[in-house]
Nanobody, 124 residues
Framework: QVQLVESGGGLVQAGGSLRLSCAAS????????MGWFRQAPGKERDFVAA????????YYADSVKGRFTISSDNAKNTVYLQMKSLKPEDTAVYYC?????????????????WGQGTQVTVSS
């Protein structure tokens, strides 16, 4: 069993920054891919970013490229999402996910484990 716990969400003004953390426990994550997704009220859950556990490959949604950075700290079993130049449209609940597949990571259906989510609100 895998447990994922997100933290770091909050209220920030447009143009500000936040760093989300996802602490993973329960399994060896060396072969896992980790992803961040977000869901705004009344909308579907959308892909944000993904990373291979060792950090050798990363993927980003077009809407966050150049503003968000995903990274991992293997020693701490933690994945981060650094968010800069935040916009009101980034407001959503952000979810961390883990999945045991070799490539990619943009599709939510491929992930096996999900965290409880952390709210990010960007005011204009």
């Amino acid at each position: 069993q895998v447990q994922l716990v997100e933290s770091g969400g909050g209220l920030v003004q447009a143009g500000g920054s936040l760093r989300l953390s996802c602490a993973a426990s329960g399994r060896t994550f060396s072969t896992y891919r980790m992803g961040w997704f977000r869901q705004a009220p009344g909308k579907e859950r959308d892909f944000v970013a993904a990373i291979s556990w060792r950090g050798s490959s990363t993927y980003y949604a077009d809407s966050v490229k150049g503003r968000f950075t995903i990274s991992s700290d293997n020693a701490k079993n933690t994945v981060y999402l650094q968010m800069k130049s935040l916009k009101p449209e980034d407001t959503a609940v952000y979810y961390c996910a883990a999945g045991a597949f070799p490539t990619g990571g943009t599709m939510a259906a491929r992930y096996d484990y999900w965290g409880q989510g952390t709210q990010v609100t960007v005011s204009s």
